[in-house]
């Protein structure tokens, strides 16, 4: 009798865990792990990736506008990667030894490269066994637009409720999620700091793609959001920055991105 009792209790515990990180056919709408780092799930779906001739502030790379679809739901970080989270995971504090940089658990964790970001995703996949990554530009951008096509998500002109740029900010870093989410629960996806994509920076094409991973190789890496310091057509959700992958600086930020189980 015991031993059916346990292996009933281990069954629920496992229905649970699986319930807790989502799968294709039952995801949660919000989640949080182990580290505190809040999800928010992202359905499949498909958009226009870049930006329209009219857009002010944009620029050549982001054109010609991308029809994109992407197949499958994931759940994407609410916010950057805070300092605490960092440290948790990490161990360090890169951004210690800068007198400019507010130091907090809810700040942002900067002065990290897209190999340090990487490495971050790699160790907390295998402290919880589970799959932590770097979004691609094509999953950022569509969770950036949360069902939009304006210039930004929340609309054609910028709004100082939603972001921080230099035109309300003066290049200050700030707490996350101090400013309104777009539709689908994420903050600061435009402004406050840049996030790395685990893209090679390239071309788009006119074609339509299907879950596009971005060129095979290059010498710099997508970053997306714009940042405090940045001009207000940065935080646009078509923006797009290229750094090499071991550059880091003030505002080098990222969130990750949770696959879900088949």
């Known amino acids: 009798m015991n031993n059916l009792r346990n292996y009933f209790l281990f069954g629920a515990c496992l229905c649970l865990l699986c319930f807790s990180v989502g799968c294709q056919n039952s995801p949660k709408t919000e989640i949080k792990n182990s580290t505190g780092i809040s999800f928010r799930?992202?359905?499949?779906?498909?958009?226009?990736?870049g930006s329209e001739d009219h857009e002010k502030g944009r620029e050549d790379d982001e054109s010609p506008r991308q029809p994109t679809k992407l197949t499958k739901g994931y759940y994407l970080g609410a916010t950057e990667v805070t300092q605490a989270q960092w440290v948790e995971v990490m161990g360090t504090k890169p951004w210690a030894d800068y007198k400019r940089i507010p130091k907090g658990d809810h700040y942002p964790a900067v002065f990290v490269s897209w190999e340090d970001a990487v490495e971050f995703c790699k160790k907390l996949s295998e402290k919880e066994s589970l799959t932590f990554r770097l979004p691609t530009e094509a999953e950022w951008e569509y969770a950036c637009r949360a069902g939009t096509t304006t210039e930004?998500?929340?609309?054609t002109e910028y709004n100082e409720e939603y972001a921080w740029s230099s035109k309300n900010a003066k290049g200050d870093l700030y707490e996350v999620a101090k400013r309104l989410p777009n539709a689908w629960g994420l903050f600061d996806m435009g402004g406050?700091?840049?996030e790395w994509c685990s893209d090679w920076h390239g071309?788009?094409?006119?074609?339509?793609v299907t879950d596009p991973q971005g060129p095979a190789e290059g010498e710099r890496k997508v970053i997306r959001?714009?940042?405090?310091?940045n001009s207000m057509w940065d935080c646009?959700?078509?923006?797009?920055?290229m750094v090499p992958p071991d550059k880091k600086f003030g505002a080098s930020s990222f969130r990750i991105l949770?696959?879900?189980?088949?």
């Open 225 to 229: 959001s714009g940042s405090s310091g």
């Open 236 to 241: 646009r959700s078509a923006e797009r920055g």
């Open 41 to 49: 799930y992202i359905p499949p779906g498909e958009f226009m990736m």
């Open 192 to 194: 406050n700091a840049w």
């Open 203 to 208: 071309p788009y094409s006119s074609e339509k």
């Open 258 to 262: 949770l696959e879900l189980r088949s």
């Open 152 to 155: 930004f998500y929340w609309g």
